[in-house]
């Protein structure tokens, strides 16, 4: 008697768990079917999904692909527990999957040991690049990003808006504004490559930036845009995962533009009715990685070999949204557009390589 | 006598014992079945094969030896930790600080294997830094409250992140390679590596026995030195030590200092022995872990390796179908929130006495000021099991 | 630097902050203020969202917190479970749990996009625009100015009001309460949920009126820090009213110095935990004195 009205009590312990998780069925881990005669991917994400960037991207891409070409992919996330990282790899390569593809500096080591331990696998490693002369292992595809290109576009995109004058929400004050996530190298370089392109196309333009110390504060982007507008910055280029939320909702509320890195944010522009991302300087990982998935569905996964993407594989661009399109004067997209294509060419390159 | 001690003494009057065992069995296998619909019913919602993702939730660990090693270096970590709030809630001392204590065993751990010359036992020099620079990170707190009166909570969840930021920051400006696209350092030279023991199939890594160690050293410092039972006494009552003449504010700087050393340890060991090198969020909430750790035994140091062990099968078990089964993390995390209600909701019995009219204060008694979360912790066990 | 951004910034500590205090005063210690903020964010969004109405996100983030809180309440009060590890239980089924609500609800696990913004009511004063406080004040969100009533409305609850006697009472000798006929639980379980209510509201804030939407784990440890400002507020109404606005001063200030000066964001980060450091460290000895006058042994 007693026991069972306590089982009821913790019964309601229960319900309150599975109504708080109402969750649907729907999974985004294994992706049922696929060809038996096709490859079997596996993304692993060394770290969560839902950084609103990064890791969603990737996972964009190789869902895309997978799904467009009959593949089974599944995506295997470990969260952020470092020491996690390299059993969880050697589990997966031990796996059924023939083709795994890894991201983030942090896992070049794990997964040269991996490659190296299973040469009949096929390793896509992006964001950071294997060095086969050092592990000996030449099952390694990597990829590489020039955030700075990004960075340098949404630079001179701010720059070139500043000169053209007669902008809309472009005011007569002599700054502009990058925020990023953590304070790590590969937001540097989009921060390094925002200055460059402010200092590229309007060298007289001041540049304030900070870091918002996480990729998941939103509260923290809103004070520090807050901050930087209220130090005169009226455009705002954002790299920093969900805190990028933040930021737009301050350009939002002070009437001033965000750029964006993503095209997610590109295509939801609003904030509560009002527009306030006029673009992203976008890198396209998903594209890269769908890349990657289809050389490996056709068996031409370039291994031993290194791909810088970028301009030149059009995976680095100014995104043409609606607001783009609406608010930016015709003379400096068309100013952007050969920027990008001299970007393509290495015009730039010395500025850009750190 | 503290607290935790008075639960080991009641079983043991007669009768009492074989009822409480009985109980206490009884309520073991209704919560583990409760939890086992529970995880089934987040698993039905959220993964395409429940049973099978159950299946490897539960089985996981066993299902390979690599998987079982893993697990066994897990719940190594996680025996630290817990040891290490263990050894400072017994001397009535909230502090929250493994976290950032861990950080820190790890940063002198590691700074020091990078910057030597590689030579055979070059790890004992880590644990040795490491557990040195955990003990120091202590002291600040632990002198603090001693002598200023600086409350534990406050300071220790503060100086985490202080730890956590200095950590990001001197592998930022120091550590990381010139090319590095994250904060993290190179990784160790192999003889900086701890060793690991291999059984057959399955590697153990030295972790394990150690930290086995550490708890019976903890367990030992607590209940058979002088310094252990003065420790002891003050976190049962401050006026009680101090009307017998004991060094109240001794205990308090040297059991924090001492807390802050076992998870300095902690984190040396989990750079040498998982990781193998230095990379922000190293410590992976494992601090916080520990606590779960130390409180699920009641601060028993003796019981630790067994509450730890227990709880690495889940986590373990939750990663291993992650792997298999594409579960959302979040499914596991819940599931651990709710596991840990299950497994503390202690006396029911004596709630429905309550309700059925014989009065009894749902505290043993009243609650002391002072480290008042402690007392309170505490005292709902007094009157549990 | 903007008294505005201050003003949201203090508001959510003040009000987590006091949520823990009438917890913690009742012998209960919300280590789950966290969790609540959590929750209630990501209810507000929801409720604000799909109702259209920032007054229903409101109460529907009170109303998810309260029920953490009352989640807290049975299982610490009544099924006897460690009261630590019970609110760290709860902060993780906040952790886990909202990020299942979202993605049952939009597929994502992320962030809120795709849920419909909503914003909290904001109560302007006419003609403030051109005095210097007020126009600070004009404007700001409704859960901005409750955290400004909250501290006259503690001191009234703690000092006018039976409820109020019997929290502190609660908490500094429960044989007392027995013994005229109150069952201390009872009380507990009315600062437990007031705690929820007070936290849903500061989680309210950072998803509706300082940021629009849910971003997961988004409180970011503002949850500890409330019950930090709490302590260092020595555990009395006025000096967690001050200790938490602090704390919104000290956020500004950071943010103000990673604008205009070239600093470590690691260092600057750190301020605000380095700077209570100091405070706890010089105010130890008076904190100390002022916890033996609660009435126990320090």
Known sequence: MFRRRTRALQGLGVALVCLLSACSPASNGSADGGDPGKPAVALFIPGQLGDGGFFDNSQTGVKEAGVRLGLKVRTVETGPDPSKWAPALNDVAGGDDQVIIVGTYGMKQIVEQAAQAHPEKSFVLYDVESTPAECGCHNIYSILYRYSESGFLAGALAGLLHKAGGVERIGSGNTVGVIGGQDIPVIQDYINGFKAGVAQTNPSLKVLSGYAGSFADPVKGQNLAAQMISDGADVLFTAAGGTDKGVIQAAAEHDVWAIGNSLTQADDPMVNGKTAVLTSAVTSVDTSLADAVEKAAAGTLPLGTTVRFGAKQKTNYVAQSQPYLKYVPEPVRGEIEKITTEMADGRYDSVLDR | ?385 | MLLSTILQNAAPYVLAATGCLLADRAGVVNIASEGMMLFGALAAVLGAGYSGFGLVGLLAAIVVASLLAAILAIFHLHLRANLILAGLAVNLLATGGTVLVLYSLTGRTGDSSGIPQGSLPEIAIPGAEHVPVLASLSGQSIVVWLALISLPATLYLWHRTRLGLYIRAAGESESALVESGLRPNRVRWAALLLSGLLCGMAGAQLSLSTTHGFVRDMVAGRGFIALGAMYLGARTPVGTFVAASLFGVLDAVATVLQVRTNFSTQILLSIPYVAILLALFLNGQRLRRVRRGIGGVS
Not at chain 2, 24 to 51: C, E, H, Q, Y
Not at chain 2, 97 to 118: C, F, K, N, R
Not at chain 2, 267 to 275: M, P
Request: hydrophobic letters at 50%; aromatic letters at 8%; a positive charge.
């Open chain 2, 1 to 385: 006598m503290s607290a935790s001690e008075t639960i080991a003494v009641v079983p043991r009057q007669s009768g009492a014992w074989r009822r409480a065992v009985l109980r206490g069995g009884g309520r073991l296998a209704a919560t583990v079945a409760l939890a086992i619909i529970v995880i089934f019913v987040l698993l039905a919602m959220s993964a395409d094969d429940p049973a099978a993702a159950l299946g490897s939730l539960l089985s996981g660990p066993f299902t390979s030896s690599f998987r079982t090693g893993q697990w066994l270096s897990d719940s190594a970590n996680l025996m630290l930790s817990g040891a290490a709030v263990a050894m400072v809630f017994r001397a009535g001392q909230f502090s929250l600080g493994a976290e950032g204590q861990i950080l820190v065993g790890a940063l002198a751990a590691g700074a020091a294997v990078l910057h030597l010359p590689s030579f055979p036992g070059v790890f004992v020099v880590g644990l040795t830094l490491g557990a040195l620079a955990g003990f120091l990170f202590g002291l600040v707190p632990g002198l603090m409250k001693a002598y200023g009166g600086s409350d534990e909570i406050v300071s220790t969840l503060m100086l985490n992140y202080v730890a956590t930021y200095g950590f990001a920051l001197l592998i930022n400006r120091y550590l990381q390679p010139a090319s590095a696209g994250y904060p993290v350092s190179d990784f160790f030279d192999p003889a900086a590596f701890l060793p690991s023991l291999r059984i057959g199939q399955l590697t153990i890594g030295l972790a394990l026995p150690f930290a086995i160690g550490c708890c019976v050293a903890v367990w030992y410092l607590i209940n058979w030195t002088k310094t252990g039972f003065e420790m002891g006494a003050v976190g049962a009552s401050v006026p009680f030590a101090q009307a017998t003449g004991m060094r109240v504010r001794r205990s308090v700087w040297l059991s924090m200092a001492l807390s802050g050393l076992i998870a300095g340890l902690a984190g040396a060991v989990i750079a040498e022995g998982s990781t193998h090198r230095l990379i922000v969020g190293l410590s992976a909430n494992i601090g916080f872990d520990g606590i779960l750790v130390a409180l699920l035994t009641a601060n028993r140091p003796l019981l630790i390796p067994l509450a730890a062990v227990a709880y690495g099968y889940i986590r373990t078990g939750g990663d291993i179908a992650q792997l298999s089964s594409g579960i959302p993390r979040e499914v596991i995390t819940t599931l651990q929130g709710f596991l840990i209600l299950a497994v503390t909701a202690r006396a029911p019995l004596a709630w429905i006495r309550h309700r059925a009219g014989r009065r009894r204060p749902a505290h043993g008694g009243p609650v002391i000021p002072g480290p008042a979360p402690l007392r309170a912790a505490a005292s709902s066990q007094r009157t549990g099991s």
